[in-house]
């Protein structure tokens, strides 16, 4: 049964990190991407990072690239996003989930997405 499920998540001060945590079970990393999407109160969800292991390669919104880091532990079956130097406009609801297009074409688009985590809220906040 697939399942992903991501921890970490909490309050920071802006310029504060935080490192968002998904562990994978249910199928092999290395047969998908996986991406992080993140949904403000009112907004639609974004897809910001994604990483594919088959490809060696990894994807990143504009609105975080430079401060967020996608990596895997493949051991672990567990994708980690490292979020630095945060803002308040990075808070939001933060989901991780299997990409089926493994980080091509529209790989930002919720509506390329079958399956996704419970979430983990992210705050910012002096």
């Known amino acids: 049964q697939l399942q992903l499920v991501e921890s970490g998540g909490g309050l920071v001060q802006p310029g504060g990190s935080l490192r968002l945590s998904c562990a994978a079970s249910?199928?092999?990393?290395?047969?998908?991407?996986i991406g992080w999407f993140r949904q403000a109160p009112g907004k639609e969800r974004e897809g910001i990072s994604c990483?594919?292991?088959?490809?060696?390669?990894?994807k990143y919104a504009a609105s975080v690239k430079g401060r967020f880091t996608i990596s895997t532990d493949n051991a672990k079956s567990t994708v980690y996003l490292q979020m630095n130097s945060l803002r308040t406009e990075d808070t939001a609801v933060y989901y991780c989930?299997?990409?089926?297009?493994?980080?091509?074409?529209?790989?930002?688009?919720?509506?390329?997405?079958?399956?996704w985590g419970q979430g983990t809220q992210v705050t910012v906040s002096a």
């Open positions: 990483i594919s292991i088959s490809r060696g390669d990894t």
């Open positions: 989930a299997r990409n089926p297009l493994n980080c091509v074409g529209t790989w930002y688009s919720p509506r390329t997405i079958d399956d």
């Open positions: 249910g199928f092999t990393l290395e047969g998908f991407g």
